[in-house]
C-alpha cells in the first residue's frame, strides 16, 4: 500500500517562498507521477502540475509557471513542491498525489501565507 | 482548459435514499479520464471512480459512474451515513487537470 507523507505546517511572509516535501513508501512508487493538488479555505481542488520522478520530467499548470518548481529525489522516494513570491491568496492545504489517476493522496500541508 | 460544472451544489437527502450527483464539461472529456472523488472534513480526497464507471479498489459497489462526452454522473444507490462528504468530479486529459466546484451531499 502507496503511503504518501509530508512535511509539517508552515506559515510565511507575502513574497516568501515556501517548500513542501512528500516522502512515498510501499509499492512502485518511483514509476508513479506525482501531482500537487491545493485547496484554499472552504474552497475545491486546484491542480498545480505534476511531475514523473522516473524521467525527471515536470509540467506545470498554466497558472503557476514560472513560480512553482517541482523536484523529486529517486533515491529516498521524495517529492518536493516550492512555490515563490507567495501572496495571501496562496494560502491553502498543498497535496502530493500519486498514480495515473489520484489513487494515493498525502495528508496535506498547510500552508498560510500573512503579514 | 476544460472547465467542469458540477450540480446541484448541495443535495439534501435521507440515509438510504438514492444520490444523483451530475458533472457537465465545457467541451468534450474522453471517458477514460474523468474521476470522482469523495472529501470528508479534514480529510484528503479519496478516488471513487476513474474511467468514468471503473470503481476504484475497495469502493462499494452502491457506488457507480456512467456518461461521455460532456455529462458524467455519479450515482450513490442507497446513502449510508458515511456518504455524506463532498464530491468533486476531475478530467485529467493531455491537455491538463481540472476539477469541477463540488456537491456536497448532506443529511436532510
Known sequence: ?115 | EIVLTQSPGTLSLSPGERATLSCRASQSVSSSYLAWYQQKPGQAPRLLIHGASSRATGIPDRFSGSGSGTDFTLTISRLEPEDFAVYFCQQYGRSGVTFGGGTKVEIK
Open chain 1, 1 to 115: 500500500q502507496v503511503q504518501l507523507v509530508q512535511s509539517g505546517a508552515e506559515v510565511k511572509k507575502p513574497g516568501s517562498s515556501v517548500k513542501v516535501s512528500c516522502k512515498a513508501s510501499g509499492g512502485p512508487v518511483s514509476s508513479y507521477a506525482i501531482s500537487w493538488v491545493r485547496q484554499a479555505p472552504g474552497q475545491g481542488l486546484e491542480w498545480m502540475g505534476r511531475i514523473i520522478p522516473i524521467l525527471d520530467i515536470a509540467n506545470y499548470a498554466q497558472k503557476f509557471q514560472g513560480r512553482v518548481t517541482f523536484t523529486a529525489d529517486k533515491s529516498t522516494s521524495t517529492a518536493n513542491m516550492e512555490l515563490s513570491s507567495l501572496r495571501s491568496e496562496d494560502t491553502a492545504v498543498y497535496y502530493c498525489v500519486a498514480g495515473s489517476v489520484g489513487d494515493y493522496w498525502g495528508q496535506g500541508t498547510l500552508v498560510t501565507v500573512s503579514s
